[in-house]
């Protein structure tokens, strides 16, 4: 006779699956990040480089300091596998990221007033080259902040989805991204079409008193809305449909992992490094547009 185990036994409840409507919510987080990268990549590069006459060269290597720290990604996604936040793997890193990254766009845009007003005080001085660096740092902390809460939200998508449905998920929420960067040009090109228009004082630069007047609210409302968006996105998504603790020995054996291990689970699948290729690429391809 077959030996009866002690334990009763439990039976194997589905977890749901994702319908379409979750899909369009979820992809209100991509959403959210595209109407960012048009405040951050697009609004505060022109007002420097149009408006403030900062040598485009500084400008575009101040913004792009954000993807010299892309990877810390790889580190971001470690830590969410292995150790939860706020009672979950992935939810946690989400909603603390988008805090500061929309936090920082606004303290970015603060700082670049900063570097406007010693521009036209006294040129390029070193107080000047000062405030570039600052202005760097700023958007390094701010890449880190994006990576944070981006990949995380990637290796969700991978959670709660399953081989059959996954492409789906992807598409939906990428095309959501989309979505945000015409929502974020339409925004971009209706603040600087009516709000820096005859501004300009002569030759001494624009008037930075009104141009602050008229973008500073821009960057308190929308990062709200965005941080908004990120929240509404995953609220009790990971909860619900995640099959992280199923699919992963991370949950018993947290404190065995590598990174190397990571990396094998990663090439282990085809369609999951191809999921993760799709993303670098993406990535890559979004970020190297001209200013």
């Not at 990877?71 to 946690?92: C, E, W």
Request: net charge positive.
């Amino acid at each position: 006779m077959e030996k009866l185990s002690n334990q009763p036994i439990q039976p194997n409840k589905p977890l749901p699956r994702l319908n379409i409507l979750t899909m369009f919510r979820l992809g209100l987080f991509q959403m959210g990040l595209g109407i960012m990268s048009l405040l951050t990549l697009g609004v505060l590069n022109r007002i420097m480089i149009d408006e403030l006459n900062v040598l485009p060269l500084l400008a575009a290597g101040a913004i792009a300091m954000h993807q010299f720290v892309s990877p810390a990604r790889v580190l971001f996604g470690q830590m969410s596998d292995a150790k939860p936040l706020l009672g979950y793997h992935r939810t946690g890193y989400v909603w603390l990221g988008a805090a500061f990254f929309t936090s920082l766009s606004f303290i970015a845009l603060q700082i670049v007033w900063q570097l406007g007003s010693s521009l036209q005080a006294s040129g390029w001085s070193v107080m000047t080259y000062t405030w570039i660096c600052i202005l760097a740092l700023a958007f390094a902390l701010y890449g880190l902040a994006l990576s944070a809460s981006s990949t995380p939200f990637a290796a969700l998508l991978v959670d709660i989805s399953d081989e059959d449905n996954r492409p789906q998920l992807v598409g939906v929420v990428w095309s959501m991204l989309m979505v945000g960067i015409v929502v974020g040009a339409i925004i971009s090109s209706k603040l600087l079409g009516s709000g820096t228009e005859n501004l300009a004082s002569g030759d001494t630069g624009v008037d930075l008193a009104q141009l602050q007047t008229s973008i500073n609210p821009v960057f308190i409302l929308m990062p709200a809305i965005v941080f908004g968006l990120c929240f509404l996105a995953t609220l009790g998504i990971e909860k619900k449909y995640s099959r992280f603790a199923m699919r992963s020995r991370m949950v018993e054996r947290e404190d065995q992992i590598t990174l190397g291990r990571a990396l094998s689970v990663l090439t282990a699948s085809r369609q999951t490094g191809l999921f993760f290729s799709f993303l670098l690429v993406l990535t890559i391809s979004f970020s190297c547009r001209m200013p």
